[in-house]
């Protein structure tokens, strides 16, 4: 089964927060997946508008902080109803 190792973004302009500090905006590509045979594959589902053809591979966030990035081969098959 095919896992979700990386999501793919860009750099897309900047910003300032409330303390003045300025910060990158980052835009969302898509993701990047592994497979069985450890090759990886890059499915992207968007691009900004004057994209200068760069991409970074970050580590996916849990969506709640505790439990690990949701992964394909990890979905358990028993349904709770």
Same mark, same amino acid.
């Given at each position: %089964?095919?896992?979700? @190792?990386?999501?793919?973004?860009? +750099?897309?302009?900047?910003? +300032?927060?409330?303390? !003045? =500090?300025?910060?990158? @905006? #980052?835009?969302k %590509? ?7 045979? !450890?090759?990886?594959?890059? +499915?992207?589902d !968007?691009?900004?508008?004057? #994209?200068?053809? #760069?991409? &970074?591979? %970050?580590?996916? *966030?849990? *969506?709640?902080g &505790?439990?690990? =990035?949701? &992964?394909? &081969?990890?979905i ?6």
């Open positions: %089964m095919a896992t979700v @190792r990386y999501e793919v973004f860009t +750099k897309n302009g900047t910003y +300032k927060d409330n303390t !003045g =500090a300025e910060k990158n @905006r #980052w835009f %590509m898509g993701v990047c997946f592994q497979n069985d045979k !450890g090759q990886l594959s890059i +499915k992207i !968007g691009t900004p508008v004057g #994209w200068d053809g #760069w991409m &970074s591979l %970050m580590e996916p *966030k849990p *969506k709640d &505790s439990k690990p =990035a949701v &992964s394909v &081969s990890n358990d098959d028993d349904i709770p109803f």
